[in-house]
């Protein structure tokens, strides 16, 4: 009994046909939007550049629809890293001795960490091992 009255609370509230269709109608006109907009001068540019591969971890966000078809819009490949494996991204190599950094100091405003991350962000991007690892 409590969990069957508990489902009807689970389920999700149906929207009125009067609205679902304005919804849709709004969501079309945007996304024509973006994508004359924003799109297709990026694709006439992107198709005089080089190949470009972007490599995500798997923030569900990275799975989105919208960012597929996007990227296949403008013939981006997208490479999805096994789950649970920071070790094949180079910025998680990045982003550990960057923590390690700056456990040894104190930070004292805002002003100084963002000053102190900058510098130690770009001094381990130009480490010859990074590069090699993102090349």
């Not at 078809?69 to 001795?97: A, D, F, G, M």
């Not at 130009?126 to 090349?135: A, E, G, L, Q, V």
């Amino acid at each position: 009994m409590i969990i069957k009255d508990l489902k009807k609370y689970a389920e999700k509230p149906k929207m009125s046909k009067k609205y679902e269709k304005e919804n849709k109608k709004k969501l079309g006109e945007i996304l024509e939007i973006v994508y004359s907009e924003l799109l297709k001068p990026l694709k006439n540019l992107f198709k005089k550049e080089i190949e470009i591969v972007i490599v995500l971890d798997n923030y569900p966000v990275h799975h989105a629809k919208i960012l597929k078809k996007t990227c296949k819009y403008l013939n981006i490949t997208l490479i999805h890293l096994p789950p649970y494996s920071p070790k094949l991204s180079p910025i998680e190599q990045v982003w550990r001795t960057i923590k390690k950094e700056l456990s040894t100091e104190f930070i004292e405003s805002e002003e100084f960490l963002i000053e102190n991350f900058e510098k130690w962000f770009y001094e381990n991007i130009d480490k010859k091992s990074y590069r090699k690892k993102m090349d």
